[in-house]
Nanobody
């Protein structure tokens, strides 16, 4: 089983920054892709950013140039640096990780989510 614990959410004003962190723990052979999704009230969950174990990244168009995803493989951690936050970025942000937990066994796991509020 893999557990993901997020931290770093909070209330900020437009234009400010936040850094989200997520650490994976449990029993697994490796952590593959890691990423962040978000869900705003009344909207569907959307992919924000994803990073492979090799460091390749992909971003939603709405956050390109403002958000940066990174990871520390030694710590099984993924981070999301969010700059120039806008009110439309407000959402519950959830960490995602794909883990190899056995021979030919790859599963996805989700964190509990952390609230990001952007308001003046």
């Amino acid at each position: 089983q893999v557990r993901l614990v997020e931290s770093g959410g909070g209330l900020v004003q437009p234009g400010e920054s936040l850094r989200l962190s997520c650490v994976a723990s449990g029993t697994f052979f490796s952590i593959n892709d890691m990423g962040w999704h978000r869900r705003a009230p009344g909207k569907q969950r959307e992919l924000v950013a994803v990073i492979t174990s090799g460091g390749s990244t992909n971003y939603a168009d709405s956050v390109k140039g403002r958000f940066t995803i990174s990871r520390d493989n030694a710590k099984n951690a993924v981070y999301l640096q969010m700059n120039n936050l806008k009110p439309e970025d407000a959402a519950v942000y959830s960490c995602y990780a794909e883990a190899t937990t056995g021979i030919l066994r790859v599963q996805g796991y989700w964190g509990q989510g952390t609230q990001v509020t952007v308001s003046s």
